[in-house]
């Protein structure tokens, strides 16, 4: 098993609202998971869409799509 290495981050109150919604609905088991799935998510779509052509890999990952609570 990997390492895990403590952190703190700082995020939306909206972001964190649906966190622990989803926390309560059992769709993570805590907040730690839920960030490292969505990390996770992400990498994993930035290597899609780099394997596919769709980003320029020198550019950072930026969603234009708003998060919907």
């Known amino acids: 098993m990997k390492k895990k290495v403590r952190t703190t981050i700082a995020i939306d109150k909206e972001l964190m609202d ?41 550019k950072p990952f930026v969603s234009s799509k708003k998060c919907n609570t």
């Open 18 to 58: 649906w966190i622990l919604e989803k926390i309560t609905e059992k769709r993570f088991a805590s907040v730690s998971h839920a960030m490292e799935y969505s990390v996770k998510r992400v990498i994993d779509r930035e290597r899609e869409d780099i394997h596919f052509g769709v980003i320029d890999k020198e």
